[in-house]
């Protein structure tokens, strides 16, 4: 995967608020399947940021929107672990993206190898919610590794112990980690 000396950092953002939300635990289950030489960390304080608004940006952007664009600008990937809210992507997460993809051309996100996994339980396992993050991500500057894509119904298995599941999900690790940033933005 990656060489001893390299260590690739990824940037998590969770789309669930919840306290014991599934795919907050997903994401802290992922930590721990990392592979030596990958480094995650799970963006915190997303409920802090503020709708995006172009007049609260600039210098005097709010303190927990600057710390998740250092966070990610210092990270080597991007991946989203999200359930789907009324069929599509959780306000959050669009808002982080909002954030990230400013000032536009050059934001947090442009080229950075970017991933959607996550799961809920409908029987779709959140794919309209995956598919609105990866569009949204890409219009951003976001290089989107369409094959990180594991949508999970929660009904089926246990998304947590379930010994495929976490197969799969190293799987969607190894690609995204393995996958090479974009020269340039979409």
């Known amino acids: 995967m990656t060489s001893p000396e390299t260590t690739r950092t990824v940037t998590v953002l969770v789309g669930s608020l919840r306290a014991d939300s599934v795919n907050r635990q997903l994401a802290e289950t992922l930590i ?8 995650l960390k799970i963006a915190e304080n997303l409920d802090q940021i503020p709708f ?6 600039g210098d005097s952007a709010p303190a927990a929107a600057k ?6 600008a210092q990270s080597d990937r991007v ?3 999200t359930p789907e809210y009324n069929g599509t992507i959780p306000a959050v997460i669009n808002n982080a993206i909002d954030w990230l993809s400013r000032p536009y051309g050059a934001g947090a996100v442009t080229g950075k190898p970017f991933g959607v996994i996550g799961v809920t339980p409908t029987p779709y396992g959140g794919k309209w919610a995956h598919e609105d993050t990866r569009r949204s991500a890409k219009i951003a500057g976001a290089h989107v590794v369409e094959s990180v894509d594991f949508s999970q119904s929660s009904l089926e298995v246990d998304v947590l112990t379930d010994e495929q599941v976490l197969a799969n999900l190293r799987t969607v690790l190894g690609t995204l980690v393995e996958a090479e940033p974009a ?3 979409a």
């Open 79 to 81: 991946l989203v672990v």
């Open 52 to 57: 995006y608004n172009e007049d609260l940006d």
């Open 32 to 39: 721990r399947l990392a592979p030596e030489g990958v480094e």
């Open 183 to 185: 020269l340039s933005a």
């Open 67 to 72: 710390a998740l664009r250092e966070q990610v």
